[in-house]
C-alpha cells in the first residue's frame, strides 16, 4: 500500500488530498497542531495516522519525512497571519528543508539502491489579490519574492540530492519563466 507524510493536511486543499488518497488505497500519515485537527483527521476515518506536532518544528518534520515506509512527502501547510508574513515565509522555507533532509537522509541509508521519494510543496497564498475585496483570482499575479525563495530552495535540495535520489525535479512553471517574467 503506498504511503505519504502530509504537513497541511486540514487545510482546503489537504482535506480534499486526503479524501482522494483514502480513496485509493494509500496510508496516510498527517501532522496536527492541535486536539482539534487531531479529532478531524481522526474522524476521516481509515488509513490516517496523526501525528502531534508544530509547523517549526524541524525535527519532527525531518524524523517523519525519514520514515522508512513512507513514499513521498506532501507540504501544503504555511502559517497564514497577513502581520508575520515574512516570518510565516521563512518557517515554510525551514519546514520545506527539513523534510527534503528527511528524505535525503533515508536515500543516503538505502545501501546504495535509489531510493526515490517524492517531496510535493505547494503554496497559493503567495498571491498580490488585485480586487478590493482582497480576494486572490487565478488572474492575479504571484508575490514574485517568496516564489522565487521557495523554487530556489527546492532546486538547491534537488542539486543536494540528486545522485540519492536518482530523479529531477517536475514542476508546473520553471524557475527561469519566473525569473525572467515576475522577478523584479
Same mark, same amino acid.
Given at each position: ?43 476521516? /476515518? @481509515? &488509513?490516517? =495516522?496523526? %501525528? ?9 518534520? *525531518? +524524523?517523519?519525512? !525519514? ?32 523534510? /527534503? @533532509? &528527511?528524505? =535525503?537522509? %533515508? ?9 526515490? *521519494? +517524492?517531496?510535493? !510543496? ?63
Amino acid at each position: 500500500m503506498p504511503s505519504v507524510f502530509i504537513r497541511g493536511a486540514t487545510g482546503l486543499v489537504g482535506r480534499a488530498l486526503v479524501h482522494e488518497l483514502q480513496e485509493h488505497a494509500y496510508q496516510i500519515s498527517v501532522l496536527a497542531l492541535s486536539e482539534a485537527n487531531v479529532l478531524q483527521l481522526q474522524s476521516q /476515518g @481509515d &488509513g490516517v =495516522r496523526v %501525528v502531534r506536532g508544530s509547523l517549526d518544528d524541524l525535527a519532527t518534520l *525531518k +524524523a517523519k519525512a !525519514a520514515w522508512k515506509d513512507i513514499d513521498g512527502v506532501i507540504h501544503l501547510a504555511f502559517i497564514h497571519k497577513s502581520d508575520q508574513y515574512a516570518q510565516s515565509s521563512e518557517v515554510d522555507a525551514k519546514a520545506i528543508a527539513a523534510l /527534503g @533532509d &528527511g528524505l =535525503r537522509e %533515508v536515500a543516503s541509508e538505502s545501501e546504495g539502491r535509489r531510493n526515490a *521519494k +517524492a517531496l510535493v !510543496a505547494s503554496s497559493a497564498v503567495a498571491v498580490d489579490a488585485q480586487g478590493s475585496d482582497g480576494v486572490a483570482r487565478e488572474a492575479d499575479a504571484p508575490l514574485d519574492v517568496f516564489r522565487v525563495e521557495a523554487k530556489q530552495l527546492l532546486w538547491r535540495w534537488h542539486d543536494r540530492t540528486r545522485k540519492e535520489l536518482g530523479w529531477n525535479p517536475t514542476q508546473v512553471d520553471l524557475l527561469s519563466d519566473i525569473e525572467h517574467n515576475y522577478a523584479a
